[in-house]
């Protein structure tokens, strides 16, 4: 009688288990949905860049940037980032098609070559231009391209925020998982821990200094990225915001990225 109970404790603690992970699951989710709803209708947006590389002694280079975005409905966005400045990289020129779950698609024009080079899907855990952030996290961060498990609350830079683990459901990524703590007031992002395929703490991202646009739409301004494995950073400072600008497909296109001094 004792093994029966026993086998029959055991089973009701492994179901309670199983449904807390599902609505873990599910919660997660529904988090993480919210943060792409609230985004959805920009329609387009511009803005500049500044993008500060900073190596482990403290020695500091700055690049200036411009990028144009586009939404796409039912796929994830198109994105032309231009280089400036300084003019060692001047026209450089990555442009993003990212995709739910089809194979995201990326093109970076290198002007001393006068060619384009396509990204493979293996080299896009590399880093974008000698920066810390990874050709993968110039991608919009689609909803189906993660597995997400709600995995608590927590308080960062003052803000209540839900803490929600994702893995990716793309091939060739970099990262086996990543932890992003979303703010409970506006559900927007404000930090991702990256982990890598041993599971060690790779690099973090914080964002901050978020401004509303058009009533409805956050854009962090300042964007931090920490490689804790090389003690490097990269920072990006974002201004000049402009939406609804009237882009199309055809400011999105293999050939303008030879035009796009």
Same mark, same amino acid.
């Given at each position: ?7 029959? %404790? /055991? ?10 992970? &599902? ?9 993480? %949905?919210?943060?792409? /709803? ?15 590389? $900073? ?34 990289? =001047?026209?450089?020129?990555?442009? %993003? ?10 093109? /970076? ?25 990874? *050709?993968?996290?110039?991608? =919009? ?5 993660? $597995? ?26 970099? *990262? ?12 927007? *992002? ?11 703490? /790779? ?5 901050? &200094? *978020? &401004? ?47 035009? =796009?001094?």
């Amino acid at each position: 009688m004792r093994l029966i109970r026993a086998i029959a %404790t /055991l089973t009701l603690a492994i179901s309670a288990g199983a449904l807390v992970a &599902e609505t873990d699951k599910s919660k997660g989710l529904e988090i993480m %949905t919210e943060v792409d /709803l609230r985004d959805e209708g920009f329609d387009d947006f511009s803005a500049k860049i500044s993008m500060v590389l $900073e190596d482990n002694n403290g020695n500091k280079s700055t690049r200036l940037m411009e990028v144009k975005n586009l939404e796409v409905k039912n796929d994830g966005d198109k994105r032309l980032l231009v280089f400036k400045e300084p003019s060692d990289v =001047s026209g450089t020129a990555l442009l %993003t098609y990212s995709h739910i779950l089809e194979d995201d698609e990326q093109w /970076l024009f290198l002007p001393a070559l006068k060619r384009v080079k396509r990204i493979s899907s293996s080299n896009k855990s590399g880093p974008f231009v000698g920066s810390e952030f990874a *050709y993968e996290d110039m991608l =919009s961060q689609e909803v189906e391209k993660y $597995e997400h498990v709600f995995i608590g609350e927590d308080t960062f830079n003052g803000l209540e925020c839900y803490v929600v683990e994702r893995k990716p459901r793309y091939e060739s990524s970099g *990262y086996n998982k990543q932890k992003v703590w979303i703010d409970k007031e506006h559900f927007r *992002y404000q930090k991702i821990e990256y982990f890598d395929h041993q599971d060690s703490h /790779l690099k973090t991202l914080v964002l901050s &200094e *978020y &401004e509303q646009f058009l009533d409805k739409f956050w854009r962090a301004k300042e964007m931090v990225m920490t490689n804790h494995q090389t003690q490097k950073s990269t920072a990006m400072y974002w201004k000049e915001f402009s939406f609804r600008n009237g882009y199309d497909d055809s400011s999105f296109t293999k050939s303008v990225l030879k035009r =796009s001094r």
